[in-house]
């Protein structure tokens, strides 16, 4: 038995692209969901299901990661819903789909009433259709053409998978009736070759296998052709299915596969057969050496060989596509013209007649939302060209690599001239950084600040001075230190402020950190140490309650220790000193309350006011002998005492309680002799 394969079968440039951005982003980000099953093949449904990818049926808030939209197309409420949610969608609707959209579209705002010949139930219609506003009419024979429904000015198109027979019998039913009709054929070439190839073979052959999804139109389509021409005609999904039986006495078998069947499962099917007909001809008895030599190479026609390694060149963009991509090497920097502006892609024609696509990731260093305000059809732009493989059927160019490439050079000379360089940081990575700096730099978490970092987030948004350390030209990977900024400005500032640092100044200086016995102030480079005992005329039992991080203040400089490189500041030296009014507030001999705030051997000290504490001598604690001062007072004890001596110079204060006592004394006894003098005169 020979096995024949169709001149044009399997996957087509639609299908193929698809699955290409697909595996492209998956490698990318590692996630992916598409909008609907990618296409309509089990197989390869299932295979990409074990990659990880995943389908969606709707867009909302949960939707996570890149969705892809299918070659299918969708309508324009899904790009609103992606908007809408934020959803990064990567779109790959087959161009000529997108066309018969555009079409639909622009006839609807021209006034025609649209007719869709196709079949209403398949998305790529349901899409076309949404893209008239739900206004277009879907029919899928000549025979649902009625005048009730269709009149005035009427534009036919086609899905792109229809049979061109079915497409040909509607507009002669249109043309039947009293309208204005335009006719635009929208049937994909690729569709068109595959059928006509199918039905090229079908008189070639005894038997037709047709391969591919059972949920595949353009499949069951070219099943059709294949029934209809009186073949036995058997539609299977993969080689398992072939029964040896559909081939007993068969000369010649042909096989033909649908636009979303892979090259892997038709070859399977070619293969099985193949075995089928060594199997049947070792039952015959007959094998020779020879025919089994013959029989071990399957047996397809040279078309068909040439159908399984070219399939693209016969597609839309034909030979001319392929052989400029010969002319285009991998990582080759090319100058093109952007010849179309799409919401995630870019189109540049790069001098052949392909077009390079430009996906939304590799626009610019950094991945922006769409292509909004990025390029204008007409720019001329260089890019960079990433997938230049003629079996693959799309041209891949990146203008980020190009930009990188271009800045990579920068790069190198900023490194070189010691240049700082500012950028926003765009990322919190694991170890670092990612800084926009024309590129997407890396700043490592030690490289951030002279000491240590523990939370990298808050840098998100901030612009970093930085210097540049290391460039990686050939993985346009470049690493950066805003530390070495830092450093050298801190060693700068520290060689100015010891250059003229001196005891008796008054400072400005930044608080530091803070510790129990005091506070380290940054004076330029060079960091004080203000301790506690220094910080306040009064009692403080912590410095947080006088300074805190962060604050910018005045302060004294008390010793500065160049050797060591030690330098004591002072805060209550730049307030007010309370002992410079105290003669004037505490005069000697005035009675005053004040607050017991500690006790000693020799008597209890008092706070007159903060930074202010008296004396109160155990000779004076009372009017009696003391034997110890806490029989008579205790701390935080408020008590009515009198100003003895006031020695503002020596910061003392001397008090009197007992004073207070004998003055009191003294005036009873006055007033008791006082008034003894007045009885015995009055008695005289
Ligand atoms: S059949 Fe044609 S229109 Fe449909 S996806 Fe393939 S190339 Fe595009």
């Known amino acids: 038995m020979q096995v024949l394969l169709a001149a044009h079968a399997g996957f087509c440039f639609g299908v193929r692209r698809a699955i290409q951005q697909v595996e492209a982003e998956l490698a990318h980000s590692g996630k992916v969901a598409t909008y609907g099953p990618l296409i309509h093949n089990p197989q390869v449904i299932a295979r990409l299901a074990d990659q990880g990818v995943a389908i969606v049926d709707h867009l909302d808030m949960s939707t996570l990661g890149p969705v892809v939209i299918r070659s299918h197309g969708v309508g324009p409420a899904i790009y609103e819903q992606a908007a809408q949610h934020g959803v990064n969608l990567i779109d790959a609707t087959c161009p000529f789909v997108a066309n018969v959209q555009k079409a639909a579209r622009d006839f609807t705002e021209q006034g025609y009433q649209v007719v869709i010949a196709g079949d209403a139930d398949h998305p790529e219609v349901q899409g076309i259709v949404a893209w008239t506003g739900n206004r277009a009419i879907v029919v899928a024979s000549g025979k649902e053409i009625t005048g009730d429904k269709i009149q005035g000015k009427v534009a036919l198109i086609a899905q792109t998978t229809l049979k061109e027979a079915t497409f040909r019998e509607v507009e002669a039913a249109l043309r039947q009736l009293d309208v204005e009709l335009i006719v635009k054929n929208t049937i994909c070439s690729a569709t068109a070759k595959r059928q006509e190839a199918a039905q090229q073979l079908v008189s070639q052959v005894e038997v037709m296998v047709v391969v591919g999804g059972r949920n595949s139109s353009n499949t069951r389509k070219l099943a059709q052709i294949c029934v209809a021409a009186g073949l036995p005609t058997y539609h299977v999904e993969q080689a398992e299915e072939l029964d040896p039986r559909w081939f007993k006495n068969v000369n010649q078998a042909g096989v033909t596969a649908g636009a979303s069947t892979p090259h892997w499962i038709i070859e399977e099917v070619v293969q099985r057969m193949t075995e089928i007909q060594q199997e049947q001809e070792l039952e015959n008895n007959v094998p020779t050496e020879e025919a089994a030599t013959e029989a071990a190479a399957p047996q397809v026609s040279e078309d068909a060989n040439r159908e399984l390694t070219m399939d693209d060149a016969e597609d839309d963009m034909g030979k001319s596509f392929e052989e400029s991509l010969k002319n285009l090497k991998e990582g080759e920097l090319v100058t093109g013209i952007v010849v179309k502006v799409r919401h995630d892609e870019i189109l540049v024609d790069v001098g052949g007649k392909s077009e390079g696509v430009i996906p939304l990731r590799e626009i610019a260093p950094v991945t922006p939302d769409s292509t909004e305000g990025l390029a204008k059809v007409g720019d001329e732009i260089k890019v960079v060209v990433l997938k230049a493989e003629s079996e693959d059927g799309t041209l891949i160019v990146s203008r980020r690599r190009a930009i990188e490439r271009e800045k990579i050079v920068h790069m190198e000379e900023a490194k070189e001239k010691g240049e700082i360089?500012?950028?926003?940081?765009?990322?919190?990575?694991?170890?670092?950084?990612?800084?926009?700096?024309?590129?997407?730099?890396?700043?490592?978490?030690?490289?951030?600040?002279?000491?240590?970092?523990?939370?990298?987030?808050?840098?998100?948004?901030?612009?970093?001075?930085?210097?540049?350390?290391?460039?990686?030209?050939?993985?346009?990977?470049?690493?950066?230190?805003?530390?070495?900024?830092?450093?050298?400005?801190?060693?700068?500032?520290?060689?100015?402020?010891?250059?003229?640092?001196?005891?008796?100044?008054?400072?400005?200086?930044?608080?530091?950190?803070?510790?129990?016995?005091?506070?380290?102030?940054?004076?330029?480079?060079?960091?004080?140490?203000?301790?506690?005992?220094?910080?306040?005329?009064?009692?403080?039992?912590?410095?947080?309650?006088?300074?805190?991080?962060?604050?910018?203040?005045?302060?004294?400089?008390?010793?500065?220790?160049?050797?060591?490189?030690?330098?004591?500041l002072g805060l209550k030296q730049v307030l007010p000193n309370p002992w410079s009014l105290a003669v004037e507030k505490y005069p000697v001999g005035s009675v005053i309350t004040v607050k017991v705030v500690r006790l000693t051997q020799f008597g209890a000290f008092a706070e007159l006011e903060p930074g202010i504490d008296g004396l109160i001598h155990i000779s004076q604690l009372a009017n009696r002998r003391v034997n110890k001062p806490e029989d008579v007072v205790s701390v935080g004890q408020e008590v009515q005492v009198k100003v003895l001596e006031v020695r503002p110079e020596d910061q003392r204060i001397s008090l009197s309680i007992r004073a207070i006592e004998e003055d009191a004394n003294r005036e009873e006894v006055t007033e008791y002799l006082e008034k003894q003098d007045n009885q015995e005169n009055s008695e005289a």
């Open 421 to 568: 360089l500012t950028g926003k940081v765009v990322a919190v990575v694991k170890g670092g950084l990612r800084v926009d700096v024309g590129l997407v730099g890396f700043v490592p978490a030690s490289q951030i600040e002279r000491g240590y970092v523990e939370n990298m987030e808050k840098y998100i948004g901030q612009t970093l001075r930085m210097k540049v350390v290391e460039v990686d030209t050939r993985r346009n990977n470049v690493v950066l230190s805003q530390k070495a900024v830092l450093e050298e400005e801190h060693k700068q500032a520290r060689g100015n402020t010891w250059g003229d640092l001196a005891e008796g100044q008054t400072r400005r200086g930044t608080v530091r950190r803070l510790t129990d016995f005091g506070a380290f102030v940054d004076l330029g480079g060079v960091d004080g140490l203000l301790h506690i005992s220094e910080m306040s005329w009064g009692r403080i039992k912590h410095p947080s309650e006088v300074v805190k991080e962060g604050q910018e203040l005045e302060v004294y400089v008390l010793k500065v220790d160049r050797e060591k490189e030690r330098v004591s």
